[in-house]
């Protein structure tokens, strides 16, 4: 009971280790690299992955989104053990979670989100939704998704061109790496899932937004072009609906 309970916990660790340095070499070389420092790029040894610390050469720190991570999959893991969705399973599910916290952490840290991992997140899509799905209502999810997002995307960006002035220029409010996204939610979540999963999505990135705008209101600096990734709250509204359904029931 106790030794897998620890074996649980260190498979979490493992996977949470594993979502950091992705998240640390993928913005920076698009590929999987020796563990390098995000500020200096001088190489770090593998077991720094491992245990966080700050870079012994420049001095610059990572170790609290580390951190933070670490502690998320170790408990996450645990958690999992018991209450894993049945049609998905322990294994898949925690797949999943990586690939979730790894979007949603990039997204965070650079404001973007990688073709690359959408690539990998559009198979591991494809193949998670046709089991729990099957072909045709994946399919179907997946181009809802992308669709409904692009529509969004195509508006904003003719908002942005009708706002822009010489010189002034907004700041994209949706970025195509968010369509991506929604096309890979759209194919974990099929057809209806992925209009909850949307719906979702936006709730928590416009609580999040108003949360932003009353405390620069309060600081009285409010700017218009402040905008919050709204990748975050894709990647978590897919996670509560595909894992964490019954810790919310
Ligand atoms: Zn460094």
């Known amino acids: 009971m106790l030794i897998e309970l620890l074996a649980t916990g260190i498979f979490g660790w ?15 070389f698009r590929r999987v690299h020796t563990p390098v420092c995000p500020r200096c790029q001088s ?8 245990i966080p610390g700050p870079c012994r050469v420049c ?13 998320f999959f170790v408990i996450s893991s645990v958690w999992l053990r018991d209450n894993y969705p049945p049609r998905l399973g322990y294994y898949l599910s925690s797949l999943l979670l990586v690939y979730l916290s790894l979007v949603a ?11 690359e991992v959408s690539i990998a997140g559009a198979l591991i899509g494809l193949v998670v939704g046709f089991w729990l799905h099957g072909a045709p209502l994946t399919l179907l999810g997946g181009a809802a998704g992308f669709g409904a997002m692009y529509l969004l995307f195509a508006l904003g960006a003719f908002y942005v061109r009708s706002r822009s002035h010489a010189g002034t220029q907004l700041e994209d409010a949706l970025g195509f790496g968010d369509v991506n996204l929604s096309g890979v939610i759209g194919l974990l979540l099929g057809w209806p899932g992925v209009i909850a999963g949307l719906f979702l999505g936006v709730i928590l990135g416009g609580a999040a937004s108003l949360v ?7 600081r009285r600096r409010y700017r218009v072009d402040a905008s919050i990734p709204y990748g975050p709250f894709l990647a978590a509204s897919a996670a509560m609906l595909l894992i964490f359904r019954t810790a919310m029931l």
Do not use: C, F, Q
């Open 14 to 28: 493992l996977l949470g280790s594993l979502v950091n340095y992705l998240a640390d070499v993928l913005p920076l």
């Open 59 to 71: 001095g610059k720190s990572n170790a609290t989104r580390a951190w933070l991570i670490l502690l």
């Open 105 to 115: 952490v990039i997204d965070i840290e650079h404001r973007v989100i990688l073709h």
């Open 43 to 50: 190489t770090k040894g593998w077991w720094t992955v491992l």
């Open 212 to 218: 932003v705008l009353v405390a620069m209101l309060a």
